[in-house]
């Protein structure tokens, strides 16, 4: 294997052993900060080793014995040699030397712990999204802000003061308990989505989808299930993803193209997926939980999955469900949606109107949804020449290579 096909392999392991070394040596250092530090050390060391070495049999235990054993040495340096850190010490050297097999198993719930320590009041909501999205997606900075919508710079600088504060502020490393857990709760959440969106449908990249991203959000929220058994939101959560990961073999195509939701093969949805969310949706009834935004947003994706053909979506229901979540939850991404069910179910003229009221929206003046979703709707309204600007459009806006090749297919159906 040359250097620079060994290099491209270990920028695939890193993006999916990352999140995981981070978690490991934050639980050893206790700061963040310094742990994404370490590991990215570890990651040089490998860019520099492996080459000449090869690639180890079981690369992410290897990453993540040298960043232990750099967390250590870090511990030693600083001089903290009182008794609780020379015993951390040992423990931690014993369990790399003899457990190395096994290394997967003793970080088990350390990314539960990484999203509830990036996830402390200390921060600001936005600080706390982007944090975590860095840290635990390994999202880089720019795909951050398209995510957010807002410059690169000012992802950049929350990230940064987001650190700084955590340090500063000594958070322990943890998950929380009583009333503390409760009130991190709608933050942790937000960022387990946002974990699971992302890997839905990427934000930028060659890839539309990135089914390990998804599969880590739904193991994080199945994990807060067991701690939260009577939180609706924490089911309700679990459903939407269960449900909407259930349409993966569906939604792209052998070239890795999307295939949008009206043309998918929905013999290919994975039925499984759909029940297990089915039932978390049923959890909440029996629990007797207030529906909220995830709730709906699941009953919304659980109307799709029971339609056995797109033909047999039941519209009418689903932007009746829209309208209870704009009531819940407003927002202009909430608006544009719930502009799509309105088109579905009353035609294009009524959805068409929803979405021009959004245009001076200014969190969606560079997202590529908005001219996407009004290009289709001047499509169906037989106005093709501004549906094919409204798509170039489109195109232009978003970073996803399979989207924009998408969105520029569809401007050149209607030029």
Not at 29 to 50: F, G, M, N, R
Not at 107 to 122: A, G, K, M, S
Not at 136 to 161: H, M, P
């Amino acid at each position: 294997m040359t250097t620079y096909r060994t290099h491209r392999t270990i920028e695939g392991i890193w993006t999916v052993e990352s999140a995981r070394i981070i978690a490991g040596v934050a639980r050893i250092i206790q700061d963040v900060s310094i742990a994404e530090d370490l590991a990215q050390d570890t990651l040089a060391i490998a860019l520099e080793k492996w080459p000449e070495l090869g690639i180890p049999e079981k690369p992410g235990a290897w990453l993540m014995t040298v960043a232990k054993r750099r967390a250590i040495n870090l511990l030693r340096r600083n001089k903290l040699r009182d008794q609780k850190y020379e015993e951390i010490g040992r423990n931690m050297e014993f369990k790399i030397k003899t457990d190395y097999d096994s290394i997967d198993e003793e970080i088990n719930d350390d990314l539960l712990r990484l999203i509830f320590t990036t996830c402390h009041p200390v921060l600001s909501r936005e600080a706390r999204v982007a944090l975590t999205l860095k840290l635990l997606c390994g999202l880089k900075t720019d795909e951050i802000a398209q995510a957010f919508l807002v410059s690169e710079s000012t992802i950049a600088q929350r990230i940064v003061r987001a650190k700084r504060t955590l340090s500063a502020s000594k958070v322990p490393f943890e998950v929380p308990c009583g009333l503390e857990l409760s009130h991190r709760m709608s933050s942790v959440l937000d960022v387990i989505y946002l974990m699971f969106n992302e890997g839905y449908a990427a934000t930028g990249g060659e890839n539309w989808i990135r089914p390990t991203l998804c599969s880590e959000a739904i193991r994080l929220g199945r994990i807060l299930a067991e701690i939260l058994p009577e939180e609706s939101e924490v089911h309700g959560l679990i459903a939407l993803m269960e449900i909407q990961a259930s349409r993966f073999k569906a939604r792209i195509g052998q070239s890795g193209e999307p295939i949008l939701l009206q043309d998918q093969n929905r013999a290919l949805w994975d039925d499984l997926l759909i029940h297990r969310g089915c039932s978390a949706l049923k959890r909440i009834e029996q629990i007797g939980g207030a529906y909220g935004p995830y709730s709906l947003q699941a009953c919304i994706a659980a109307c799709h999955a029971k339609a056995r053909t797109a033909s047999e979506t039941d519209w009418q229901e689903i932007s009746a469900l829209y309208d209870a979540l704009a009531q819940v939850a407003p927002s202009p991404i909430v608006e544009l949606n719930r502009a799509v069910a309105i088109s579905m179910a009353y035609g294009p003229v009524a959805g068409l109107e929803i979405v021009n009221a959004l245009e001076d929206e200014p969190s969606l003046k560079k997202y590529h949804l908005l001219p996407a979703v009004r290009g289709d709707l001047l499509a169906k309204l037989e106005r093709n020449e501004e549906a094919c600007a409204e798509f170039k459009l489109a195109a232009s806006l978003t970073q996803n290579e399979q989207e924009r090749a998408l969105l520029l297919k569809r401007a050149a159906d209607y030029v």
